[in-house]
């Protein structure tokens, strides 16, 4: 019972270990402690121990029955039976056993199992031995039953038996026997059938007979087993015979109905006759099943022969509807036979009553129709519709009425030429459900015509000026006399104009006038064209239905107002022989010569056409000055004007004006424009007021020389080729520059120069004393601009400015640094200067070698590539260099700057290894750097977070954490130039808390080499080795 201990080694964050005991054998149920203790060997700390008690489990004997497995243990010598045997264990493993009768073993047997044993006289009882499988310690048991042998003197037997050979359903079977046995017995005749069930029968006699019914139900033909058994009253089976009797079913009835097809109308009376007959059993009742035909009775007693009457439904629904009755005729025992009869309810359904509140009704065109409509139908009105016809039943109107018993149907009457009659008709559907009909009423319309008015001809056409007079000629016809006519005109502010005279013969005396109006416009107070309207009137005789019927008629029309004339030059277009040569819509000048014709598009407003000339007028170039005026012929075209202007074979420039020859201040022109024409030369078109203008082709021009090129460009019209330059100023006045004449290339077109001249000039810049910086020079630009009308030059200015840069001072060059590491290194220097063109530098040895290297674009920091390769460096932890810097800017200043006090460091800073598991929260990294100096230190955590502090002196690093972990850590240490080293990333263990174990056991464990209990040891996270040592109390190896 001494304690037995094992001890595991923990090799990683797994929480889970195992230990095996073997428990000893036990009579009875034993208790024993299991314990468990972890060591964490990170920070040599033990868990407290922990505890579980569980029970060694002694072996259970098994149990187990012997039975017989029959209904008696009473048995005659020499008759079979059955035992059965039951095992069962507590502690689950498998049990078997032996029975033994009549001294012979029956087995092995398991639980369930059964052994088929022969009664020997005198043998008794059936014994069972059985035993459980468990090793090394198994159990055993034993049970027993007892039975009855009987002596048998004569042999129980069945000598005569006789059963039905045929029977019906509905029927019987009888049954017959004879045996013969000297002791009690009991006589079974039992009935199997696959089709119908039959009740065993019992009987205590020797000699005896049965007799049983088969279900009239039974429809199926079929075999009936008879078996007659013979038992011992007690109940073992003596002996048995059997026989088969044959079944017949019962049949369904036939069924006749006559006739098996029908079609009625809703609501009437239909008749057939049902005829059945039935083999088995006989006829009982006769049952109808309809959903469209009511019967007095839908199940009756029936003997075979019955006539049936039932009446028709009606529906709403289709035109018709289907029929359907189902006859089903059942004999005594319920089975029954099916015939239906189809077929198809007709619909009976009859036309909406309408009627229409008129006959006859009498309306001139253009009037007011109304017809009242009355409608009824039983099955409620669906739709009520209602058309106008003409005399081909062609619809000219219609529309849809509210389906109610009264409605009014309004409409207004078609316009005619004479009397027509249409035709009203008014349609009413009824709402029969799917099947609707209708019906119809009609009324006749007698539409009269009015007088028919058409205006013959308007003198003016369109428009009159106001106060002045319109003509209005007008044709009435009628079908009856005309009886009045009335003319009018009516601006759009009320005025109204007067009647001077009128002419209306065979008024009352004809069916045609034709009538002639004579009208004064009326005068608006406002300065605009109005809106008018010219309306006719007309009327003729009484009509015995409608009366004296009248006819208007409106025309639109214009009242001009004088006061406001308007003639406009849309454009003006250049031909040759009247063929299209130049078209302008912008007008601007032209380019003509003089067998041309120029074509002047006109917009002309409140001038009659053909009221008064219109002239060209030629001014000269001032435009006030008139030269010639011409006379226009204005051509219309499609509601707009144009005249033609030959142009005069001479020399000359003109400004164009267009005018009324009567009234000279209505008139157009085009302002500035001239044309120049030759005899000999094709013309030029110039604006006399346009402005040469100039610009230079440099934005920048920079002052660093002896000679300083200026260059410009002027465009403009010029009558000498030559023209003078003048000064080139800067705008503070402190440079002054003197040029010379400039000339422009031969482009001359008629006596003027149109040209684009290009003006360079180098002038010596040497003198200029300024300070450095960017200036505005503004470039003046004097020549003789010519004169067109007359003679003689005048003098133009045009100007333009660029920018100017003066620089007069070398570079200003200073070297800050020059850094390093390892890799490579780093010079940097300021320079300033208004326009650097270049910087050379070269590095030099201890030895003196050196090589130059010039940058295009210099930039404040540049990369030091030469002469020394530092990736490679071997010579030593430091190299001293010289460095020489030459920087020229675009004037051609030079500044060389030469340093010697750089050195380059490539020495790596040093960094102390330190251990992967640490019992505390805080540990300490040594650095160093003996030749610069620590610049940083970079702690890099991967997989948690730390906090990192570099020392004041910079030659340790304090890594801290919050709570045990496990973390990836890397420092690299850097020093002033640069230059670096780190370790090797390790992954660190902080530890700090003790293990901790808990016990999580199974119940109740016999003696055996099974798991025990789980072992659990938490607080594990950053742990990476240790033991844990667990126990048993006892009873174990």
């Known amino acids: 019972e001494e304690t037995k201990t094992a001890t595991r080694k923990v090799t990683g964050a797994t929480s889970v270990y195992e230990a095996t005991f073997t428990l000893a054998l036990v009579d009875e149920d034993k208790p024993i402690e299991i314990s468990a203790q972890a060591y964490d060997a990170v920070n040599d700390q033990y868990s407290e121990p922990a505890y579980d008690y569980i029970t060694i489990d002694a072996n259970d004997t098994p149990v187990g029955t012997v039975t017989v497995d029959e209904a008696t243990t009473v048995f005659e010598e020499g008759t079979n039976f059955t035992v059965k045997v039951e095992l069962a264990d507590a502690d689950g493993d498998t049990a ?25 006289l005198g043998a008794t009882e059936v014994s069972f031995v059985f035993t459980d499988a468990y090793e090394p310690d198994p159990k055993s048991g034993s049970a027993a039953t007892e039975i009855t042998v009987l002596e048998d003197a004569v042999k129980g037997a069945i000598e005569a038996a006789t059963v039905s050979e045929v029977a019906t359903a509905g029927g019987t079977i009888d049954v017959t026997w004879k045996a013969t046995d000297d002791d009690p017995v009991l006589v079974k005749v039992v009935f199997d059938s696959p089709d119908v069930t039959l009740e065993e029968a019992t009987s205590s006699s020797l000699e005896d007979s049965v007799t049983v019914s088969v279900p009239g139900t039974l429809t199926v033909d079929t075999t009936v087993t008879v078996t007659i058994e013979l038992y011992l009253a007690e109940g073992a089976l003596l002996d048995s015979t059997s026989a088969a009797v044959a079944v017949v079913g019962n049949d369904e009835p036939e069924v006749y109905v006559t006739p098996t097809t029908f079609e009625a109308t809703e609501n009437t009376v239909i008749s057939f006759t049902v005829k059945a007959t039935d083999t088995i059993g006989g006829l009982a009742t006769l049952t109808l099943i309809s959903d469209t035909v009511d019967f007095a009775a839908t199940e009756m007693a029936f003997d075979g022969d019955e006539t049936i009457t039932g009446t028709l439904t009606s529906f709403e629904g289709a035109v018709s509807t289907p029929l359907s009755i189902t006859v089903k005729v059942e004999d005594v025992y319920g089975i029954y036979s099916e015939e239906t009869l189809t077929g198809t309810i007709l619909d009976y359904n009859a036309v909406p009553s309408v009627t229409v509140s008129s006959e006859t009704v009498h309306v001139a065109e253009g009037g007011v129709v109304s017809f009242t409509v009355n409608a009824t139908d039983s099955d409620g009105l669906g739709s009520i519709e209602w058309e106008l016809l003409d005399a081909s039943d062609t619809v000219v109107d219609s529309g849809v009425l509210d389906a109610t018993v009264t409605q009014t149907a309004t409409f207004t009457a078609p316009s005619v030429g004479e009397v027509t009659n249409y035709t009203f008709k008014v349609t009413v559907t009824d709402a029969k459900t799917g099947h609707p009909v209708s019906s119809t009423a009609e009324a006749t319309v007698v539409v009269h015509n009015k007088p028919d008015i058409e205006i013959v001809s308007l003198s003016p056409a369109t428009a009159v000026a106001e106060d002045d007079r319109v003509t209005v000629v007008v044709r009435v016809t009628d079908d009856t006399t005309v009886t009045a006519v009335d003319v009018s005109l009516v601006d759009s502010e009320g005025g109204e104009g007067a009647v001077d005279s009128s002419d209306t013969t065979g008024l009352n005396s004809s069916d045609t006038v034709v009538a002639t109006f004579v009208i004064k416009a009326p005068v608006s107070a406002k300065p605009d064209d109005l809106a008018a309207t010219i309306t006719v009137v007309a009327t003729g005789a009484a009509e015995t239905e409608v009366g004296a019927l009248s006819s208007t008629y409106e025309e639109p029309y214009t009242i001009l107002n004088a006061a406001v004339p308007v003639i406009e030059i849309n ?14 819509t912008n007008l601007l000048p032209h380019s003509v010569s003089y067998n041309y014709k120029a074509r002047f598009n006109l917009n002309i407003q409140s001038i009659p056409p053909g ?152 002038i010596d810049t040497t003198a200029i004393d300024a300070d450095e910086g960017l200036y505005t020079a503004l470039l003046k630009l004097p020549f003789d601009k010519p004169v067109l009308s007359g003679s003689g030059l005048v003098t133009t200015y045009v100007s333009t400015s660029e920018t100017v840069l003066v620089d007069n001072k070398a570079p200003e060059l200073d070297v800050t640094g020059l850094t390093n590491h390892q890799t490579s290194a780093t010079l940097t220097f300021t320079l300033n200067d208004l326009g650097i063109k270049e910087l050379a530098y070269s590095v030099a040895d201890s030895d003196g070698d050196a090589t130059v290297v010039t940058v295009s674009s210099p930039t404040p920091t540049m990369l030091v590539a030469t002469p020394v ?28 700057l030469v340093d010697t006090s750089f050195t380059l460091d490539t020495k790596l800073a040093t960094i102390v290894d330190f251990s992967d598991y640490f019992d505390a929260h805080e540990i300490t990294v040594n650095i160093a750097d003996d030749l610069s100096g620590i610049d940083e230190a970079t702690v890099i955590i991967a997989g948690g977070t730390a906090t990192p502090t570099l020392s004041s002196d910079k030659k340790s690093v304090t890594i801290e954490v919050s709570t045990d972990t496990e973390l990836t850590i890397t420092v690299k240490a850097t020093d002033t130039r640069g230059n670096f080293d780190s370790i090797t990333t390790i992954v660190a263990t902080f530890d700090t808390v003790a293990p901790v174990v808990s016990i999580e056991p199974f119940v109740g464990i016999r003696g055996s080499s099974n798991d025990l209990a789980t072992i659990t040891v938490s607080e594990l996270t950053v742990d990476t080795f240790g033991t844990v040592t667990i126990a048993l109390s006892g009873y174990a190896t």
């Open 869 to 896: 390769n530092l990736a490679g460096w071997t010579g030593g932890d430091a190299w001293y260099a010289t460095v020489t810097l030459i920087a020229t800017d675009a004037a051609g200043h030079v500044t060389t």
């Open 611 to 762: 009221a008064g000339q219109l002239e060209l007028v030629l001014l000269d170039t001032t435009g006030e000055t008139p030269v010639a005026t011409i006379d226009l012929d204005l051509v219309e075209s499609d509601g707009s004007y144009y005249a033609d202007w030959t142009i005069p074979a001479s020399d000359g420039a003109y400004t164009l004006k267009i005018q009324k020859a009567d009234d000279p201040d209505v008139f157009d022109e085009f302002a500035g424009l001239v044309i120049v024409y030759d005899v000999d030369e094709a013309a030029t078109v110039v604006d006399y007021a346009f402005t040469p203008y100039a610009t230079t082709s440099d934005s920048t021009t920079t002052i660093y020389g002896t000679d300083t090129l200026f260059t410009a460009t002027i465009t403009g019209v010029f009558k000498d080729p030559v023209f003078t330059i003048g000064s080139v100023d800067l705008s503070d006045g402190t440079i002054t520059v003197v040029g010379t004449d400039g000339t422009h290339p031969e482009s001359k077109v008629g006596e003027y120069y149109v040209a684009t001249v290009t003006f360079e000039r180098l």
């Open 571 to 584: 454009s003006i277009d250049v031909y040759e022989d009247y063929t299209l040569r130049v078209s302008n």
């Open 96 to 120: 078997f056993g032996t029975v033994t009768y009549n001294g012979e073993d029956y087995g092995p047997l398991n639980d369930g199992d059964t052994v088929e044993l022969t009664a020997v």
